[in-house]
């Protein structure tokens, strides 16, 4: 057994524990801790696994803002934890699902024992179209030029989860602004951080997207990095949030998908298909849509973990 | 017995666990957060795949990388979205519990007249 091997186990069995501990915990708040430790834990499997992107992303939004939203939504939830511990369901249904994680776990086991070897692989296929754009991140490559058809609905998606999360409002408070407004201590170190922080963060997140042309990085990684930055602005109470009806923000929130669309079109219309680029201008038009996109990305991330409208707009 | 194997191995636990815990926690919240468990033990299982493709000079797949990174980002959003919901039955009720025979609460719905 080499060391890096060992090194590995250890990592997965670390992986593990904050898996373990976030199921069994007793009380929600450290469970969403140990969640996001066990996120990041798994950013560096995705490292080991080849993936620096996937890491990235794990860390940024699967850990952080994943880990900010369920905070906020477990201190909120708080009062009504006592009550609902005594739900715990039997012992007989416990035992079931036990048996039954088990065998989910067991089929997973055995089927990444029996993976075909050699492994099927479209990375070849990757390297080879790879001039067709110009860019060096094969990771990349597919998310704005293989696959681009994917990236452009998940867009879509997000904004469909923010005007779910939108419609949630009350109806008198309709056009307002999300969340409560954020106090704190103007001389206090919060005020200082989300003062000196965000010039730094808003350089590093628009250097991951221009840097994911050739390295590992990305419209969606710098976007979170942007995001977290307004995000701890307003919990610093500099800023307030937009109310949901602002129509700067509207404007901002549909920059990414529609240049993506018009693009998209363009390609039907010049070229040979829907989101094809024409080969001499793949590398500037997939340019023009990542940064269109990143403030997309940035501001609906920002509203989703704001949340829905809780106050009048003059509030 | 490869990085692949041993991180294919702990994603299958991991899915095994979130199963667990959404089925037997009866907080919704703890629900969603297992729920998330299940998702990234699948993302990871994906990773293996994805690691095992590795050629052409590539650590791995990046097609299967490209559809994880669509995927984290979705997951995202039904969380968010998922919260809010939940938020929002907590404002309305007064209770978070999903038993269909709780008694009703007198609710701090600030909609309410």
Redesign the interface.
């Given at each position: 057994?080499t060391f890096?091997?060992a090194l590995?186990?250890v990592l997965?069995a670390v992986?593990?524990t904050g898996?373990?501990w976030?199921?069994a915990s007793r009380e929600?708040l450290p469970?969403?801790a140990g969640?996001v430790a066990?996120?990041l834990l798994?950013a560096l499997?995705?490292v080991?696994?080849?993936?620096?992107?996937?890491a990235l992303?794990?860390a940024a939004?699967?850990s952080g803002?994943?880990g900010a939203?369920?905070v906020s939504?477990?201190a909120?939830?708080r009062s009504?934890?006592g009550?609902?511990?005594v739900?715990?369901?039997d012992v007989i249904?416990?035992v079931l699902?036990?048996v039954?994680?088990?065998a989910?776990?067991?089929a997973?086991?055995i089927s990444?024992?029996l993976?075909p070897?050699p492994?099927?692989?479209?990375?070849?296929a990757?390297?080879?179209n790879a001039a067709a754009t110009g860019l060096g991140n094969?990771?990349t490559?597919?998310?704005m030029a293989?696959?681009a058809m994917?990236?452009m609905l998940?867009k879509i998606?997000?904004l469909?989860?923010l005007v779910?999360?939108w419609s949630?409002a009350?109806?008198?408070?309709w056009g307002g602004r999300p969340g409560p407004r954020h106090h704190a201590d103007p001389q206090g170190v919060l005020a200082f951080v989300a003062r000196v922080l965000p010039p730094v963060g808003i350089i590093v997140g628009i250097y991951i997207l221009w840097t994911s042309a050739d390295h590992p990085g990305?419209a969606?990684q710098g976007g979170t990095i942007l995001a977290a930055m307004w995000l701890l602005v307003m919990m610093a109470g500099l800023t307030d949030a937009p109310p949901v009806s602002e129509r700067r923000q509207r404007l901002l929130l549909l920059a990414g998908p529609v240049v993506f669309l018009i693009v998209g079109l363009g390609g039907l219309a010049f070229g040979d298909a829907f989101l094809a680029y024409p080969m001499a201008y793949a590398k500037p038009l997939i340019l023009a849509i990542e940064f269109a996109m990143i403030v997309t990305i940035a501001v609906t991330?920002g509203l989703?973990?704001a949340?829905?409208p809780e106050r009048e707009a003059g509030s | 017995m490869s990085a692949g194997t041993v991180f294919g191995l702990c994603a299958a636990v991991a899915v095994g666990l979130g199963l667990y815990g959404v089925i037997t926690n009866p907080q919704p919240l703890r629900k969603i957060l297992a729920f998330n468990l299940i998702g990234s033990g699948v993302f990871t299982f994906f990773g293996v795949v994805a690691h095992r493709g590795a050629a052409a000079g590539f650590g791995g797949d990046p097609i299967p990388q490209a559809l994880v990174i669509t995927g984290i980002v979705v997951a995202f959003s039904a969380t968010a979205l998922a919260l809010a919901l939940l938020l929002r039955l907590f404002q309305a009720a007064g209770s978070a519990t999903l038993r269909a025979d709780a008694p009703p609460s007198a609710g701090s719905d600030p909609a309410k007249p």
């Open positions: 057994m890096a091997l590995e186990i997965a992986v593990l898996a373990v976030t199921i929600t469970a969403v969640f066990y996120g798994l499997v995705w080991r696994l080849g993936a620096p992107d996937v992303t794990e939004i699967g803002l994943t939203l369920l939504a477990a909120r939830l009504s934890e009550p609902m511990a739900e715990r369901p249904l416990r699902a036990a039954l994680s088990a989910v776990t067991t997973l086991a990444v024992l993976l070897d492994a099927p692989t479209l990375a070849t990757a390297a080879e094969p990771v490559n597919v998310l293989f696959r994917d990236t998940e998606v997000l469909l989860a779910g999360v949630l009350p109806d008198r408070l990305g969606f991330l989703l973990v949340g829905p | -």
